[in-house]
């Protein structure tokens, strides 16, 4: 959010999921890529990766990249306001698929 003055500029975020492609990798089940809208700036966002997770749960993780030392870090780093929402969205088009 852009401040103006006193009070916080407010945008609309919409997601729209524009693919869920499944894969095969150890924890890894499924691949997809989103449009993320903010105010009418449109982002598209791939390799978000959805995880399998003990005992029996699904965790949905932003595109991961390796740093100069070949550790994973994430590739975008969003607010929670736009992160939760994306996670809902793709693991409402897992259950559709």
Same mark, same amino acid.
């Given at each position: 959010?852009?401040?103006?003055?006193?009070?916080?500029? %407010?945008?609309?975020? &919409?997601?729209?999921?524009?693919?869920?492609?499944?894969?095969?990798?150890?924890?890894?089940?499924?691949?997809?890529?989103?449009?993320?809208?903010?105010?009418?700036?449109? /982002?598209?966002?791939?390799?978000?990766?959805?995880?399998?997770?003990?005992?029996? !749960?699904?965790?949905?993780?932003?595109? %991961? /990249?390796? &740093?100069?030392? !070949?550790?994973?870090?994430?590739?975008?780093?969003?607010?929670?306001?736009?992160?939760?929402?994306? !996670?809902?969205?793709?693991?409402?088009?897992?259950?559709?698929?």
């Amino acid at each position: 959010m852009a401040e103006t003055g006193d009070q916080p500029e %407010k945008s609309t975020v &919409n997601i729209t999921v524009l693919s869920v492609t499944p894969a095969r990798g150890g924890r890894l089940f499924a691949l997809a890529s989103v449009e993320i809208d903010i105010g009418g700036v449109v /982002i598209v966002l791939h390799g978000i990766r959805a995880l399998r997770v003990e005992p029996a !749960g699904t965790r949905i993780e932003l595109p %991961k /990249i390796r &740093n100069a030392a !070949g550790l994973l870090r994430p590739a975008v780093t969003l607010p929670p306001e736009v992160y939760g929402p994306i !996670g809902d969205a793709v693991l409402d088009a897992l259950m559709r698929a």
